[in-house]
């Protein structure tokens, strides 16, 4: 089946740097990218839409300059953490979706510890 | 806006028992996909089942299986035979034909007792 890879798995960084973390669909193009963030036992609360080419669209509350989205490829979408401080420590997960067939894959999810 | 709810934080199973696991939802649309996604403690997301809002047939993959009712907004899903391995979250997600977003339900904690 499809695959999509998340990198790298787990990151800590000290407070005030950034971090950015890749999401590759392997085997297939995706034209469109979604980040999710997840809160211990809690769901995936939907960050941003990643669209290739053009600007991630962002859900209210969720700050763009903070959560910088790149999606510069079919393949590839990136999420950069800015100036990160340790509230913004969590589980970070993006799924990649098969346009033609309407499948959403996930990636293996990140998880950011700020110290 | 759409929205998914999930009304069982918890449910338990006997082994090879069976169980069913509510989701409703809310959206204007005619047309839009729902999952089931099972995360065990890898946190890894896995695809249980998908169902397309066009097709009035419920979809079934081997031990699982839906019960779409579009009227009502409802998308159960039922697990058969239930195995240990099946312990996990899960959760119901809905995701409109305009790829636009996908949102997902707070999640039910399933646990399999031997």
């Known amino acids: 089946g499809a695959v999509v890879s998340q990198h790298p798995s787990r990151v800590i960084c000290k407070s005030g740097t950034s971090v950015k973390i890749e999401c590759r669909s392997l085997d297939f193009q995706a034209t469109t990218m979604f980040w999710y963030r997840q809160f211990p036992k809690q769901s995936l609360m939907l960050m941003a839409t990643s669209n290739e080419g053009s600007k991630a669209t962002y859900e209210q509350g969720v700050e763009k300059d903070k959560f910088l989205i790149n999606h510069a490829s079919l393949t590839l979408s990136t999420l950069t953490v800015t100036s990160a401080h340790p509230e913004d420590s969590s589980f970070y997960i993006c799924?990649?979706?098969?346009?033609?067939?309407?499948?959403?894959?996930f990636g293996e999810g990140s998880r950011l510890t700020v110290l | 806006a759409q929205t998914v709810t999930q009304s069982q934080p918890e449910m338990s199973v006997q082994e090879a028992e069976t169980v069913t696991l509510s989701c409703t939802y809310d959206?204007?649309?005619?047309?839009?996909?729902l999952f089931w996604y099972k995360q065990p403690p890898s946190r890894q997301m896995i695809l249980v089942i998908r169902q397309e809002a066009y097709k009035q047939q419920n979809a079934t993959e081997n031990r699982f299986s839906v019960n779409f009712q579009k009227a009502a907004k409802s998308f159960s899903l039922k697990i058969s035979d239930s195995q240990l391995g099946d312990t996990a979250m899960y959760f119901c997600a809905f995701m409109s034909t305009s790829y636009d977003k996908v949102i997902f339900g707070p999640g039910t904690s399933l646990s399999v007792i031997p």
């Open positions: 799924s990649a979706l098969a346009e033609n067939t309407g499948e959403l894959f």
């Open positions: 959206t204007s649309e005619n047309n839009y996909y």
